[in-house]
């Protein structure tokens, strides 16, 4: 599928902890967000969801090594669950390292949301040509 400028469309990773703080998958607070973005943009990105275990933290960093892999990137969103809360800066810290030593970091850009209504606008900023009204 191509978006309108002719290339395919941009592939971007949330990786997020509201599983566990909400119990709801960050598929699904992916999928609401996208909701307020025209049908025309939303073609134009492949959104996936990456859940972080805050129980099983150093299995979590070895799946997210596998997906980072999975797929090349064009963004990494990682969440305000994670960013937000002082008790959660080492887990932030060391997801955003784990994608810093994965990733051409050159060619994939590393994004920070503010809340789960913020993915959108998250993308829109550092994906502009990709946004259609």
Do not use: Y
Not at 12 to 23: D, F, M, P
Not at 68 to 84: P, Y
Not at 96 to 119: A, Q
């Amino acid at each position: 599928m191509a978006i309108q400028n002719g290339t395919t469309p941009k592939n971007i990773l949330t990786v997020s902890l509201a599983k566990h703080l909400t119990g709801e998958p960050v598929a699904d607070v992916i999928a609401q967000d996208w909701k307020k973005a025209s049908a025309a943009t939303t073609r134009n990105f492949t959104n996936v969801g990456f859940d972080v275990d805050f129980h099983n933290f150093d299995h979590t960093l070895e799946d997210l090594r596998t997906s980072l892999h999975e797929r090349e990137w064009d963004g990494i969103l990682v969440g305000w669950c994670l960013r937000g809360k002082p008790a959660h800066t080492e887990m932030f810290e060391r997801v955003v390292g784990v994608c810093f030593e994965e990733l051409k970091v050159e060619r994939t850009k590393v994004m920070f949301c503010t809340g789960p209504d913020d993915l959108v606008h998250t993308v829109q900023r550092n994906f502009p040509e990709g946004f259609v009204a």
